[in-house]
């Protein structure tokens, strides 16, 4: 089978390589899983140039957090789900550290605890995006922040896939949000997906944006992907005891110095506003919830999708063959739909 192999951390498109390596053997509770679409990810390319909060132990398959497959076949002694079932595989570590396997690879092996079932009319690119960003969107709001009804929402980079859903969420939970993007020409089209209000920070100030937007009673929650000085405005932008939360840092997309990823908060609203500023990792989330929890919130997630209240924008397929263009796509601004790597294999490709 062929796999996308990372040689050792650097720049993504220099250190891929596409290797020829056996089919896996799944053991006891294990399933073997024919990959049919797999994203790639901001955070891929994170760990890739050895900046992320893990680092594999190279050489590794490339990336790979999620995808859909196919269950290929099943380990001994182990009955579920069926062969030929089709599943998503949360590949996010359980714990702080390396994937069990990246995802850019035609076969891979699971525990069947991270085997999701998927229904039929959920296309493929849907599927495989459903473990990291709709999840992120929905413990942002509803258990990092617990936005209430009727209350502000500040989000950055809200044009990104978890931006996008965080709106589409919001508008089912009757939330009110306040959106940053980079680009004018982003604005209209996050105002038609639903986003209350818009500010593009091209030409308009964050802080006095969202004061004018807010009234006195100000904003009391955010949740930033962008850090640097973007996310610094964002907390500034709070009302006293306000809550912001960092999920991202794209702002230092391609530094690898971890002395370049900050966030230059004031003084002033940490202590005398005693506003929070704290992280979120989805895999540190996975690493405290029992499997039980995150089956039971990917289910959760799983359903709002199937019900069409979160819409994933729809991926462009590469194969893996082409994962220089792959890569550069995921990385040009405005690049708008997310690259997949969508494996072909001639039988049991339904279209989707
Ligand atoms: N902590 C976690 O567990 C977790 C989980 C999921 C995702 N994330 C993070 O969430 C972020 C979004 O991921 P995604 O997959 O949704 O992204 P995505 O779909 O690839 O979209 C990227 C978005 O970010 C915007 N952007 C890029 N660089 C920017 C900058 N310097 N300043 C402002 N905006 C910028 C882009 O705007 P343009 O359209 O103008 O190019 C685009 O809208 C990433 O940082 C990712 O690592 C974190």
Request: negative net charge; glycine residues 8%; charged residues 20%.
């Given at each position: 089978?062929?796999?996308?192999?990372a040689?050792?951390?650097?720049?993504?498109?220099?250190?891929l390589?596409?290797?020829?390596?056996?089919?896996?053997?799944?053991?006891?509770?294990?399933a073997?899983?024919?990959?049919?679409?797999?994203?790639?990810?901001?955070?891929?390319?994170?760990?890739?140039?050895?900046?992320?909060?893990?680092?594999?132990?190279?050489?590794?398959?490339?990336?790979?957090?999620?995808?859909?497959?196919?269950?290929?076949?099943?380990?001994?002694?182990?009955?579920?789900?069926?062969?030929?079932?089709?599943?998503?595989?949360?590949?996010?570590?359980?714990?702080?550290?390396?994937?069990?396997?990246?995802?850019?690879?035609?076969?891979?092996?699971?525990?069947?605890?991270?085997?999701?079932?998927?229904?039929?009319?959920?296309?493929?690119?849907?599927?495989?995006?459903?473990?990291?960003?709709?999840?992120?969107?929905?413990l942002?709001?509803?258990?990092?922040?617990?936005v209430?009804?009727g209350?502000?929402?500040?989000?950055?980079?809200a044009?990104?896939?978890?931006?996008?859903?965080?709106?589409?969420?919001?508008?089912?939970?009757?939330?009110?949000?306040?959106?940053?993007?980079?680009?004018r020409?982003?604005?209209?089209?996050?105002?038609?997906?639903?986003?209350?209000e818009?500010?593009?920070?091209?030409?308009?100030?964050?802080?006095?944006?969202?004061?004018?937007?807010?009234?006195?009673?100000?904003?009391?929650?955010?949740?930033?992907?962008?850090?640097?000085?973007?996310?610094?405005?964002?907390?500034?932008?709070?009302?006293?005891?306000?809550?912001?939360?960092?999920?991202?840092?794209?702002?230092?997309?391609?530094?690898?110095?971890?002395?370049?990823?900050?966030?230059?908060?004031?003084?002033?609203?940490?202590?005398?506003?005693?506003?929070?500023?704290?992280?979120?990792?989805?895999?540190?989330?996975?690493?405290?919830?029992?499997?039980?929890?995150a089956?039971?919130?990917?289910?959760?997630?799983?359903?709002?999708?199937?019900?069409?209240?979160?819409?994933?924008?729809?991926?462009?397929?590469?194969?893996?063959e082409?994962?220089?263009?792959?890569?550069?796509?995921?990385?040009?601004?405005?690049?708008?739909?997310k690259?997949?790597?969508?494996?072909?294999?001639?039988?049991?490709?339904?279209?989707?």
């Amino acid at each position: 089978m062929r796999a996308l192999v990372a040689v050792k951390a650097g720049e993504p498109t220099d250190v891929l390589r596409l290797e020829s390596r056996p089919v896996p053997t799944p053991k006891t509770g294990q399933a073997l899983i024919r990959v049919k679409a797999t994203p790639i990810h901001a955070s891929d390319l994170h760990v890739l140039r050895g900046r992320y909060g893990f680092s594999p132990t190279f050489p590794a398959v490339g990336g790979g957090l999620e995808c859909v497959g196919r269950v290929a076949a099943l380990g001994p002694d182990t009955e579920a789900p069926t062969v030929g079932e089709r599943v998503v595989v949360a590949a996010v570590p359980a714990v702080p550290g390396p994937p069990v396997a990246g995802t850019w690879q035609e076969y891979l092996v699971a525990d069947t605890l991270r085997l999701l079932p998927v229904p039929d009319h959920l296309s493929d690119s849907s599927a495989c995006q459903l473990a990291v960003n709709p999840l992120t969107a929905l413990l942002l709001v509803t258990r990092e922040l617990d936005v209430q009804p009727g209350e502000w929402l500040l989000q950055t980079a809200a044009g990104s896939t978890v931006g996008r859903l965080v709106i589409q969420l919001s508008r089912h939970l009757g939330i009110r949000t306040i959106n940053v993007v980079r680009r004018r020409a982003a604005v209209e089209e996050i105002k038609a997906l639903g986003g209350d209000e818009v500010i593009c920070t091209e030409d308009e100030d964050l802080v006095q944006r969202v004061a004018e937007t807010a009234g006195p009673d100000g904003v009391l929650k955010a949740a930033d992907c962008v850090a640097g000085p973007v996310g610094a405005q964002v907390s500034q932008a709070l009302a006293p005891s306000g809550e912001l939360v960092v999920y991202g840092a794209l702002s230092t997309h391609r530094k690898t110095d971890p002395a370049a990823l900050t966030i230059p908060l004031q003084a002033r609203s940490v202590i005398y506003e005693t506003k929070r500023i704290r992280g979120f990792w989805l895999n540190r989330w996975f690493a405290t919830a029992s499997p039980e929890i995150a089956l039971h919130a990917l289910a959760r997630v799983r359903g709002l999708v199937a019900d069409e209240v979160l819409s994933i924008p729809r991926g462009r397929p590469f194969p893996l063959e082409h994962f220089i263009e792959a890569v550069a796509l995921a990385e040009a601004p405005a690049h708008g739909t997310k690259p997949l790597f969508v494996i072909e294999d001639g039988r049991d490709e339904d279209g989707k």
